[in-house]
């Protein structure tokens, strides 16, 4: 709790840390309605950053208040959420609602792709079944839903965290990072709009992680943007090598 006293009337109000926007520099008192500079303590902005995820006060909040709170705060609110998201502080607290959310997220995909599926409406690719109408493949990757989210999570968290090391985006260390992607799995909520929901999912993760690592890792959004498009600037590069090379080789 924060309290904060009107220089004018003496007027003073208590209010909870995370109602605080972190950028505040003015407030404006309810009684006399004067104008004043909001300065923040010492410890405040030593821990500026150390506002626990709704998830991580689970005990405080309860179990079902941490969840919707931290999937309302990041899918909504993602700039003040990962503003004060404390870049530090472990592993397992992000990672349990990264997998958590995202196998739920992984499951309605599967299954909306099964209904679909068993109905007719996806027609194979270039006649190459994709078998998933096969109840036991259905169940298969069901079960191995939360193991594909656990591999998604490090792998995508190493990958992006070295490209921002790259634009010199990563000052925060690694562990902002796997936050950061471990918490936008709230974007998988999106899943449960049949077809639809995972491009809508994806096109609102892909928001989130640019807002979300800018914020964490202290950096600017130029940044960030450039860190995710160097993989489609290489991808490019060898497209065209081998276009290059494939038409050399015709041409001998």
């Given at each position: ?5 009107c220089?004018q009337?003496?007027y003073?109000?208590?209010?909870p ?19 004043f500079?909001f300065?923040r303590?010492?410890?405040?902005q ?31 609110s ?9 870049v530090?502080?472990g592993?397992?607290e ?5 997998l ?11 299954f909306?792709?099964?209904m679909?599926?068993?109905?007719g ?13 096969s ?8 079960f ?13 968290s190493?990958?992006?965290h ?5 634009v ?15 918490y ?14 995972g ?8 928001i989130?992680?640019?807002i ?5 890792q202290e950096t600017?959004?130029a940044?960030?943007i450039?860190a995710f ?11 065209l ?12």
């Amino acid at each position: 709790m924060v309290v904060i006293t009107c220089p004018q009337c003496n007027y003073s109000r208590s209010i909870p840390v995370e109602r605080i926007p972190p950028r505040t520099r003015w407030v404006r008192c309810p009684r006399c309605g004067t104008r004043f500079e909001f300065v923040r303590s010492e410890h405040e902005q030593e821990g500026k950053k150390g506002v626990a995820i709704p998830w991580e006060r689970r005990a405080q909040l309860g179990p079902w208040q941490g969840l919707i709170r931290t999937m309302r705060g990041v899918l909504f609110s993602p700039k003040r959420t990962f503003s004060s998201m404390p870049v530090t502080g472990g592993w397992r607290e992000p990672l349990a609602f990264g997998l958590l959310v995202g196998s739920i997220g992984s499951m309605f995909t599967f299954f909306w792709e099964f209904m679909a599926e068993s109905m007719g409406f996806l027609k194979p690719l270039w006649g190459v079944s994709t078998s998933i109408s096969s109840p036991l493949v259905f169940l298969l990757l069901m079960f191995l839903s939360p193991l594909f989210v656990a591999v998604y999570l490090f792998i995508s968290s190493v990958i992006i965290h070295m490209l921002l090391l790259l634009v010199r985006g990563g000052r925060n260390g690694f562990q902002a990072t796997l936050r950061v992607v471990s918490y936008s799995q709230a974007t998988a909520a999106w899943n449960v709009i049949p077809l639809l929901g995972g491009a809508i999912g994806w096109m609102w993760s892909s928001i989130v992680y640019i807002i979300g690592l800018k914020e964490a890792q202290e950096t600017s959004y130029a940044r960030v943007i450039l860190a995710f498009f160097i993989p489609f600037a290489l991808l490019i590069v060898l497209i065209l090598g081998l276009l290059i090379f494939f038409m050399r080789f015709v041409h001998i």
